[in-house]
C-alpha cells in the first residue's frame, strides 16, 4: 500500500516561490533576504543544507522537510524536524515520560512548572535536546535509526531515509513480504534490546514511528524516551512498545507473547545481564 506521501512528486512543487532563497518579511515586516525557512538558517550558514526540497509530514509535535544536504555532510538529503513553538502545538500528555527526570536550573524548574513563557520554551527546548541526545547515544551504540547531525534551535537535523522524491514510508503503510516479516520483527526486537542495554525505552513505539526503506526498518521519534533506571512507568511503557509492535506483525502469522518478551528482557535488564 502506498501512503499519500509517496506521490508527491518533484515536478508537482512550486521550485521559484517555495523552495529557493527568496525575500521574506521579517518580525518587524522588513524585507530580507534568507531561505523562509528561520528555524533551519544555522543550518543554511554552517553549509549542512542548501535547500529545502519537500515537506515530508506536518505531524501533532513537529514538521519534517526534505533537504538538499550541503558538501559539508558528505550526503546527498538530510530530514529537518522543525518542533511547534509552544502555541502552535499541543504537547503530549507528558506526566509519566518525565517522571525521574532531574531539571538542575532551580529558575529553569521553576518556569516549567508554573507553565511561564520562558517555562514553555525551555520545556519545548528539553524535547528537541532529549530527542537528539537519544539520537546521538542510540546512533554510537549502533542502533538502526537515523544518523543524527545537528541540533539548532528548535530544529533537527539527521539522515534522511527516502530519496529526493519520496519519503521512506512508515511501516504502517507498507505490506512486507511474508518471508522479510519474522526477520524484520527479530531486528526490531533486537533493537529494543539494545537501547534497554543503553538505558532507553522509546516509549511511542508503534508501526508510525518506524520507517521502511530499501528492505530496512528504522526507527525515527525518540523526544519522549525514558530511562529505565529512574522512570517509574518504564516497564508498562516497554511492554506497551512490545505490544503494539506484536499486533502489526500478528497480521503476518508473527505469533508472539509480548508480555512474555517484556517480562524476559525487564529481569535480564535488572539482573544487568543484557
Ligand atoms: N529521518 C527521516 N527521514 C525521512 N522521513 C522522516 C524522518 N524523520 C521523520 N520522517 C517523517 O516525518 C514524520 C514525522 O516525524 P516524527 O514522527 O519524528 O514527528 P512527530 O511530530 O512525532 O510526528 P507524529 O505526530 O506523526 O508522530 C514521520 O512519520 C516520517 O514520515
Ligand atoms: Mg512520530
Not at 519545548?124 to 535536546?129: A, D, E, S
Request: glycine share 6%; with cysteine; proline share 4%.
Amino acid at each position: 500500500m502506498a501512503s499519500k506521501k509517496l506521490k508527491l512528486d518533484l515536478e508537482d512543487l512550486d521550485y521559484e516561490t517555495k523552495f529557493s532563497k527568496h525575500r521574506f518579511q521579517n518580525d518587524e515586516d522588513e524585507e530580507v533576504a534568507g531561505f523562509g525557512y528561520p528555524e533551519l538558517e544555522t543550518f543554511f550558514a554552517e553549509g549542512l543544507i542548501t535547500e529545502v526540497l519537500y515537506e515530508v509530514k506536518s505531524g501533532k509535535e513537529a514538521t519534517v522537510y526534505c533537504c538538499r544536504a550541503g558538501s559539508a555532510l558528505g550526503v546527498e538529503l538530510a530530514a529537518a524536524k522543525i518542533y511547534r513553538h509552544q502555541q502552535h502545538r499541543n504537547f503530549k500528555n507528558d506526566t509519566i515520560y518525565q517522571e525521574g527526570r532531574v531539571i538542575l536550573n532551580q529558575r529553569t524548574l521553576r518556569a516549567v512548572k508554573n507553565k511561564t513563557g520562558f517555562g514553555r520554551e525551555a520545556h519545548l527546548g528539553m524535547w528537541i535536546g532529549y530527542e537528539f541526545e537519544h539520537l546521538k547515544q542510540l546512533y554510537a551504540a549502533g542502533a538502526a535509526i537515523p544518523k543524527p547531525y545537528r541540533q539548532a534551535d528548535s530544529a533537527i537535523l539527521m539522515e534522511y531515509l527516502g530519496d529526493a522524491r519520496h519519503a521512506a514510508p512508515i511501516l504502517h503503510n507498507v505490506e512486507l513480504e511474508p518471508e522479510e516479516a519474522r526477520p524484520l520483527f527479530e531486528f526490531v526486537m533486537n533493537n529494543i534490546e539494545l537501547w534497554l542495554k543503553h538505558n532507553l525505552i522509546h516509549a511511542d513505539l508503534s508501526p508510525f514511528n518506524v520507517l521502511y526503506w530499501e528492505g530496512k526498518l528504522r526507527v525515527i521519534d525518540f523526544p519522549q524516551a525514558v530511562d529505565p533506571r529512574f522512570n517509574p512507568n518504564a516497564y508498562d511503557l516497554l511492554e506497551r512498545d512490545i505490544s503494539n509492535l506484536c499486533r502489526y506483525w500478528s497480521r503476518y502469522g508473527v505469533q508472539a507473547d509480548p508480555e512474555r518478551i517484556a517480562k524476559n528482557l525487564w529481569r535480564r535488564f535488572q539482573n544487568s545481564q543484557l
